[in-house]
């Protein structure tokens, strides 16, 4: 069972445990800071958390105080006791209490006449458990963190104390999931972002509004380069679409509709006119198929374009730029015939994977994200659904992948195969997708031209091979730790001069390594040489070529890569061997 609350029950034993240490953190928050009014404590992935309404601000400074209480009431052997009340018994309680948000609770969420509630010493919780026997069986916890969180995820609402923690059943299990945690914030892309300069997040511009700083825009356009070379060769039309549209587009599609706590305020002019920002490319690539009516020689149509998509999502969802509310989407929609749409999707599986191949993308799983049972919430026929459900079922099992099943977690259209990553913090996050949509064709009435003269109505596959640029580069910043490939670095090589009379060579070895396109600065501070090398490599930069007297007289260099190695090369054998490195996009 569960708290009554917005959390699907579990009775696996640490979830069990992990659930009765947020109760633990309450009880000993409700004993420090009397007059405190608690929300919600689930426990979540390798921790729990509660929020709190206290009418004194309480920081991370106040954990340990708070930690050491709940320690002192785990000795206490205090059982976790069920009780069983009537609804007005337990609204008088609680009401007793000053706890207006359990209240709200048992008014929204509880049916029928009867309230579950654990009593932990004097504290008591709305709750239908279960907990473990007693206060004493919490034996390995941690608080980590405070946040802010709006009372059941609305921003409508107030604004909560949320304290993270983490349970382990021993000491050690704990002790190795804190070593992983400090590990962890060393790849923390946010951390990593700042301190090498990749992108920043200004107030002054917006929360979820990243700004590319000219380091990591260089990443951003080979990461581009790349796809978009690869898509063309496999048959894509790139194009460019805006990135507003009028509202009756998405009103046909059905995003406005089905989408629209998602979508950003309509721009309304006093002629009636209505601008949306596009939170998806669909619509905008149905039109482009539609501007001239197409034949089936033309199918299938594989129509790309890494578009900007604008999406209200709320402050406290936002995560460096794993979730923003602008973003850049490899997106692709392609339009063909029945007959072509289990090659298709097992080609669109196919570009995924190379695409994962080549950036290092080596932990994943397939998640067949279905629809539920609240009809009002899909668009079509179930017939519909399982046909466009039984092809990715069919492509996936075709290819000898595993998947698991998402109840509930397909697009409004149709069903979806996602290709499920994990940060460096184990968040999984959805990177790829691969679509199946019988509605939109249908919606919007698109038809091509059969080989008997017949119009047809033509299937549409949704692809987003690589992702959104955005959450993509976040993976990879964590996934190296910041030293990116060298045919992606932001800056492939420094060069070194030992002393001023060398500055002329550097400049020579640099003209020698940018006409084979590399990306190379010269450090020509006044500062020591020791201090150009720690600096370059602090910045992860893959090659430094050192130019002395000596290089600079055999028109040779000196060379050390991040990891410490050195080698005394010729200038065009090294500059060749950098070159090839790059061109085959080696890790």
Wanted: proline share 5%.
């Amino acid at each position: 069972m569960a708290e009554y609350g917005e959390h699907e029950s579990s009775e696996d034993p640490l979830h069990v445990l992990r659930h009765s240490t947020a109760h633990l953190l309450a009880a000993a928050v409700t004993e420090l800071y009397p007059d405190a009014r608690y929300g919600i404590g689930p426990p979540v992935q390798d921790g729990f958390y509660y929020d709190f309404a206290f009418s004194k601000p309480v920081s991370e400074s106040d954990l340990p105080a708070i930690e050491s209480r709940m320690r002192r009431l785990a000795q206490e052997d205090r059982p976790f006791a069920q009780e069983t009340m009537t609804r007005e018994q337990a609204l008088a309680e609680f009401r007793r209490r000053g706890q207006d948000y359990k209240i709200e609770l048992i008014k929204d969420k509880v049916e029928g006449d009867e309230v579950s509630v654990y009593r932990t010493g004097d504290f008591l919780d709305l709750c239908r458990g279960p907990h473990v026997k007693s206060t004493r069986d919490l034996k390995a916890f941690k608080l980590l963190r405070v946040a802010g969180a709006y009372w059941r995820g609305d921003e409508k609402q107030p604004q909560l104390t949320r304290i993270y923690g983490t349970a382990w059943s021993t000491q050690r299990e704990l002790e190795e999931h804190l070593k992983f945690l400090e590990e962890a914030e060393k790849r923390d892309h946010k951390k990593l972002g700042k301190e090498l300069k990749l992108f920043t997040v200004d107030e002054r511009v917006g929360p979820g509004l990243p700004l590319w700083l000219p380091a990591g825009a260089t990443v951003r356009r080979e990461l581009e380069r790349f796809i978009v070379d690869e898509e063309l060769a496999r048959g894509y039309l790139h194009v460019r679409t805006p990135d507003v549209a009028r509202l009756d587009l998405y009103r046909q599609s059905g995003h406005a509709q089905l989408y629209g706590e998602n979508m950003y305020p309509p721009m309304r002019f006093e002629d009636g006119e209505e601008l949306e920002l596009r939170p998806v490319n669909c619509p905008h690539h149905i039109v482009v198929f539609q501007s001239e009516l197409r034949s089936y020689r033309d199918l299938p149509m594989r129509i790309a374009e890494i578009g900007n998509n604008w999406r209200y999502e709320r402050s406290g969802t936002l995560i460096g730029l794993n979730r923003v509310r602008a973003f850049a989407l490899n997106d692709a929609h392609i339009f063909c015939t029945p007959d072509q749409l289990m090659d298709e999707v097992k080609a669109a599986i196919d570009l995924a994977l190379y695409f994962s191949d080549v950036l290092g993308i080596d932990e994943f799983s397939y998640r067949l994200s279905a629809r539920d049972d609240v009809k009002d919430k899909w668009l079509g026929t179930e017939e519909q659904w399982e046909r466009a459900q039984a092809a990715l079922i069919e492509a996936l099992e075709s290819m000898g992948q595993t998947y698991e099943l998402g109840v509930g977690e397909a697009a409004f259209y149709g069903p979806k195969i996602d290709f499920q990553v994990k940060d460096a913090h184990r968040r999984e996050f959805t990177n790829s997708t691969v679509q199946v949509d019988f509605q939109l064709p249908e919606r919007f009435a698109l038809e091509y031209v059969a080989e008997d003269g017949t119009r047809q109505r033509p299937v549409m596959v949704h692809r987003g091979a690589a992702g959104s640029m955005e959450r993509l580069f976040s993976y990879l910043i964590e996934r190296y730790v910041g030293a990116f490939p060298t045919w992606l670095h932001p800056v492939q090589v420094v060069v070194v001069p030992i002393t001023d009379a060398q500055h002329d060579y550097a400049r020579v070895i640099a003209e020698r390594l940018r006409k084979l396109k590399l990306r190379v600065e010269v450090d020509d501070r006044p500062e020591r040489m020791q201090r150009k090398i720690r600096d370059a490599q602090a910045r992860k930069v893959p090659y430094m070529t050192i130019a002395g007297a000596r290089e600079a007289e055999a028109g040779r260099v000196n060379v050390r890569d991040r990891a410490g190695a050195q080698t005394d090369e010729g200038l065009d054998e090294f500059a060749e061997r950098v070159a090839l490195e790059v061109a085959e996009r080696r890790r």
